[in-house]
């Protein structure tokens, strides 16, 4: 827990169940050519994070399809004196160039599909004018497709939620802090209605925004779970 300004906070971390299970040996498969440079990003970030081998031809593969990307190149421009460098020339172009790029792909496995598309900017630092733009595009693409690479991973095999709750140190028994932290008990040890009916009580006895809020991130949650809640005002 953190202590902060007179109360705390208590976090803890959630397992996120992967929509398909994977198994130990799996194949990442084109469906078009232009997922080539997706399927080099993915295939490092894939074994990391699952420990999978990955294989042509294995059993289950995930496939990897519409992939489009686009990289937009932009620069900046400066001349500047270089006496020591270049006595017979005093000054000297200097570049900056930076890339705008986005990209998108499909990712399939059985019956379960995913579409993810990603932003990124990136640029150089400051340089003579040069004939290299071709090798910062090259490196901006590799950037944008790690970037996509994480994204659709994420969905397939997610990370585990951190969760985070305010939470008071010795709160009065039977008190509004008292029955949220009573809530965030429930909430850590899964038992999100009872959690909720909690919440709600806390939110009843002290309507101040932190409870209601809290509230409404509880029947949020229940609702997603496809829980059904118990008799609750919408707006304790």
Partial sequence: ???????????????????????????????????LGLKQAMTPLLVRRTGVRVAEDAEVAILLSDCE????????????????????????????????????????????????????????????????IGADMVGASMLLQEDL????????????????????????PGSAQDLHNRAVEAERAGELLQALALAEEAAALDPRASHR????????RVMEQGLLPPLISPSP
């Fill in 1 to 35: 827990m953190l202590l902060l300004l007179g109360c705390a906070t208590m976090s803890w971390r959630v397992e996120r169940p992967p929509p398909v299970p994977l198994p130990a040996v799996v194949e990442l498969r084109l469906e078009s050519s232009t997922c």
């Fill in 69 to 132: 990307e686009q990289v937009v190149p932009h620069f900046e421009s400066e001349l500047r004196g270089f006496r020591e460098l270049h006595p017979d020339n005093l000054t000297s172009e200097m570049r900056r160039y930076s890339f705008d790029g986005k990209a998108s792909a499909h990712i399939r496995v059985g019956a379960w599909s995913s579409f993810q598309e990603v932003e990124r900017s990136s640029s150089t630092s400051w340089r003579e004018a040069d004939d290299l």
């Fill in 149 to 172: 690479a994480t994204a659709l991973l994420e969905e397939l095999v997610p990370e585990p939620e951190e969760i985070l709750r305010r939470w008071y140190p010795h709160p009065k």
């Fill in 213 to 220: 809020s809290y509230f409404q991130l509880l029947a949020n």
